[in-house]
């Protein structure tokens, strides 16, 4: 697959270069955005999402507080024969964090445009820009850090990419090449990505949408992360995933979403030593109903299964889900990626014109159980419950105003002393234009 894109891309890169074209400024569109959040935090300091809180518990902390801005500045513009150009300028810092807070001013995005190229159906992108494939179980943020107090509301990061998009409406598919990691130039340390997708909508009465894709996530030289392979390979892995996802409305007012996911390829890689295949499994459910009356109520249902993998087990395939660049919220404190079995209920209503308030109550278990206890961790499965409450405010189109507050109740997986109930309070404001 890796060389059929890389092929199909050169390709596309020669078309461009041997085609006359003359592209001069039509219209220029200027909007941009700022973003500004706040919260206070009891006994957790960092995001819990890959695991993390999974693994080191709740402890009594004290409460901690944290600001942060986001500003953007986006530049569009449309340029004859189908050109496009996009610029996109971001600052983001901490409030008095001599660490985080800059005011420096980085290229959040930077990608052009061009439609028909070739001949009428393909539209090919390049530069950096953000890409979701499907509902983000493994790709749409590239910011996986987790090593400052509010990185999991850091600015999601955007894809380095080429790829090319055919419409055959109903039918769209996507091919496509990413450079997710290149730490250093002189070293073979890159993370490649591959990608092809195809989105069939169906015609029918239920709008019917089905997303099927394939990945490869290729490790030159594998290093320690939360959501890939092992960092002990010396040699080159390639994580494979095929997934689906199907989204459609059966009848009036209820939406619902199956996906299907399965991980394959390597895990571990040493020469002379224990080589380990990669087996991993993730499903996701969703029904949705929406009644049209007053108050505009919503109920909900998700399931949320990631396969898990028993920590003591060395040898053999390994059966834990891989996050990679995944860009769901499953939960605002405990947010699992990986061995997992949960459920949720949801609900929300419009009780005044433009308020939206909701929850979101959250039961988890560990899919896989641990056979080797820790201080912090015991071998159950009942991983905890999570309550999340929110409310939402269009002020005007351009000014939202949100609220939300979650508690985390850890469960018999964790040991007295690492079972704190945890909180989050945050308030956020944002305008855009």
Request: charged content about 20%; aromatic content about 10%.
């Amino acid at each position: 697959m890796k060389r059929m894109l890389i092929i199909l891309l050169a390709v596309s890169m020669v078309a461009v270069m041997i085609m006359p074209a003359f592209a001069e400024v039509q219209n220029i569109k200027v909007g941009g955005g700022v973003n500004i959040k706040g919260f206070l935090r009891d006994n957790y300091l960092t995001t819990g999402s890959g695991g993390g809180r999974m693994l080191t518990g709740f402890q009594n902390a004290e409460t901690r507080d944290w600001y942060n801005t986001i500003t953007k500045l986006a530049v569009n513009a449309d340029l004859t024969d189908n050109v496009e150009a996009s610029i996109v300028l971001a600052n983001e810092r901490d409030w008095q964090n001599a660490a985080t807070n800059s005011g420096a001013v980085n290229v959040y995005c930077s990608y052009v445009t061009l439609k028909e190229m070739l001949y009428s159906p393909l539209t090919v992108k390049a530069g950096k820009m953000p890409v979701k494939i499907a509902d983000g179980l493994m790709l749409g943020d590239g910011s996986i850090s987790e090593q400052y107090l509010g990185s999991d509301y850091a600015l999601s990061s955007a894809f380095n990419t080429i790829h090319g998009i055919l419409d055959y409406d109903p039918l769209t598919l996507i091919v496509g090449t990413m450079k997710f990691s290149d730490a250093a130039q002189s070293s073979s340390d890159d993370i490649d990505g591959y990608l092809i997708d195809a989105i069939y909508k169906f015609e029918d009465d239920m709008k019917s949408v089905l997303d099927v894709y394939v990945i490869n996530a290729h490790y030159n030289s594998p290093q320690a992360t939360t959501t890939g392979p092992t960092g002990t390979s010396t040699n080159a892995v390639d994580v494979y995933a095929i997934a689906g996802t199907l989204n459609s409305s059966p009848i009036e007012g209820v939406a619902t979403k199956l996906g299907l996911a399965y991980q394959f390829g390597d895990y571990q890689k040493i020469h002379g030593g224990t080589n380990r295949d990669l087996k991993a499994y993730a499903i996701d459910v969703a029904v949705n109903y929406s009644v049209e009356s007053e108050y505009s109520p919503k109920v909900g249902v998700k399931y949320v299964y990631r396969s898990g993998q028993d920590s003591s087990g060395t040898t053999g395939d390994y059966k834990g889900w891989l996050a990679l660049y995944e860009s769901q919220v499953n939960g605002v404190i405990y947010d699992p990626n990986t061995n997992t079995n949960s459920i949720a209920l949801t609900g929300s209503v419009v009780p005044m014109d433009r308020l939206t308030v909701g929850l979101e109550w959250w039961w988890y278990n560990l899919a896989k159980k641990q056979s080797t206890e820790t201080p912090a961790n015991s071998s159950k499965k009942d991983a905890g419950a999570e309550l999340d409450l929110y409310a939402k405010y269009a002020y005007t189109e351009d000014v939202s105003l949100g609220l939300n507050v979650a508690w985390f109740f850890p469960g018999d997986y964790y040991k007295s002393g690492y079972d704190k109930t945890a909180m989050q309070v945050m308030a956020e404001l944002g305008v855009a234009f």
